[in-house]
């Protein structure tokens, strides 16, 4: 609240109109006055800006015919402009220092004025002020807001994705400012009420017949506004900083994962919840095995001679070793299943090592080896290709 922009300021002044005028003159003149000094009319101008926030602010209350009633009625119990007066006389030169109400009735009723005297001010304070917060408009004042969500990216190599691993995490991030602790006030001053809206965070604006709540266009909707501002961060509560966070990624983690660390994104505002931490997972590929999913994957090269007449295969597990049982006649491309011998997850789930034969030719031979590859060739039949010699004699 604002008492003090009520006893100081001249609300009909600023808009250029009568005490006496009614509510549909006064209407008429804001609505032409805030058309000329909109900011959208008037991009980059801040005297228009300056203009447009004092009609507003002006027509936020005179608009309202229950304040208009309460600031009339202030403005006559204390004159236009004597509070101002006596607060000065009271020690605060230069006006511009902040002062807050209860001093000015100390200064007040010991001037002799009984208008001013008794416990009656405070309750009349109350009244007019618990009424000024536009009670049952659809607009609220911004209440607390939740953090928003923060998204990072971490590479792992396999051996870590598989197994498990906890890595610490450095995100550099918009956090709260520790000097003002996030009201943006320099250290010893504190944010004032917002001198348009009085604190209630929402305007009201009229419309023809219809009245809307809006956010109020001074303070954003927050009902405060930092006169003094925060060095560490400009006023505006926020710095950037960089946080360290130990995450720790599962066991079985895969590539493109995005884990979610519920309450380490960014810190809410005016006391609301942390936002979430999404980190989204890289792993680096190995250079013997693959994944999917759970299943590991390798490719075992074999002679043509072990895919004809079988053979027993040593072969890498992720931490070990497993022999497999190649059946003879085994084609090239066939794969074989060692079960259980892929991730193994956190619950003991784990995936198979999937192994792919890759029937290898060599590029070259011994004498011995082509004399008797040539006697193998002219004991077996050809390649089942009559389907391809078909269409081959067909095109020609
Ligand atoms: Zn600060
Ligand atoms: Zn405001």
């Given at each position: 609240m604002s008492s003090k922009d009520w006893i100081e300021k001249d609300y009909y002044a600023m808009l250029g109109v009568q005490k006496s005028a009614s509510s549909d003159e006064i209407k008429k003149v804001y609505r032409k006055l805030a058309r000329e000094s909109h900011p959208d009319h008037n991009p980059g101008d801040p005297k228009a800006e300056e203009r447009f926030k004092a009609v507003s602010e002006a027509y936020a209350v005179l608009g309202d015919e229950a304040k208009r009633r309460e600031y009339d009625e202030m403005r006559s119990l204390f004159g236009s402009g004597a509070f101002r007066r006596g607060a000065r006389g009271a020690g605060q030169p230069g006006g511009g220092a902040p002062f807050d109400v209860s001093d000015l009735f100390g200064g007040a009723a010991g001037g002799g004025d009984t208008r001013f005297g008794g416990g009656g001010f405070t309750d009349l304070f109350s009244t007019i002020f618990s009424g000024g917060g536009g009670a049952g408009g659809p607009a609220r004042a911004r209440g607390p807001a939740r953090g928003r969500d923060v998204e990072a990216e971490v590479a792992l190599d396999f051996d870590d994705a598989v197994r498990g691993v906890t890595l610490p995490l450095s995100l550099r991030a918009p956090g709260v400012c520790d000097t003002c602790h996030g009201n943006g006030a320099k250290p010893g001053t504190q944010p004032k009420a917002c001198p348009v809206c009085h604190g209630a965070g929402v305007t009201n604006r009229n419309q023809g017949s219809f009245s809307f709540s809006e956010p109020c266009r001074s303070c954003q909707g927050v009902g405060t506004v930092?006169?003094?501002?925060?060095?560490?961060?400009?006023?505006?509560?926020?710095?950037?900083?960089?946080?360290?966070?130990?995450?720790?990624?599962?066991?079985?983690?895969?590539?493109?994962?995005?884990?979610?660390?519920?309450?380490?994104?960014?810190?809410?505002?005016?006391?609301?919840?942390?936002?979430?931490?999404?980190?989204?997972?890289?792993?680096?590929?190995?250079?013997?095995?693959?994944?999917?999913?759970?299943?590991?994957?390798l490719t075992v090269?074999?002679?043509?001679?072990?895919?004809?007449?079988?053979?027993?295969?040593?072969?890498?597990?992720?931490?070990?070793?497993?022999?497999?049982?190649?059946?003879?006649?085994?084609?090239?491309?066939?794969?074989?299943?060692?079960?259980?011998?892929?991730?193994?997850?956190?619950?003991?789930?784990?995936?198979?090592l999937l192994v792919t034969l890759d029937v290898v030719v060599p590029a070259t031979v011994s004498e011995e080896a082509r004399s008797a590859l040539e006697s193998f060739a002219a004991q077996t039949?050809?390649?089942a290709r009559e389907h391809l010699d078909a269409r081959v004699r067909r095109v020609g």
């Open positions: 930092v006169e003094e501002k925060c060095p560490e961060c400009q006023g505006t509560g926020g710095v950037t900083k960089t946080r360290t966070l130990n995450v720790r990624f599962p066991a079985g983690v895969a590539d493109g994962q995005r884990i979610r660390l519920a309450g380490r994104g960014e810190p809410g505002e005016r006391g609301g919840p942390a936002g979430d931490l999404f980190v989204q997972v890289k792993v680096r590929p190995d250079e013997l095995f693959g994944r999917t999913g759970d299943d590991l994957t090269p074999i002679t043509f001679a072990e895919a004809v007449l079988g053979t027993d295969l040593r072969v890498p597990t992720f931490d070990g070793a497993v022999t497999l049982r190649v059946p003879p006649g085994t084609p090239s491309g066939r794969v074989l299943r060692a079960r259980g011998k892929g991730v193994v997850r956190r619950d003991g789930q784990a995936g198979d039949p050809p390649a």
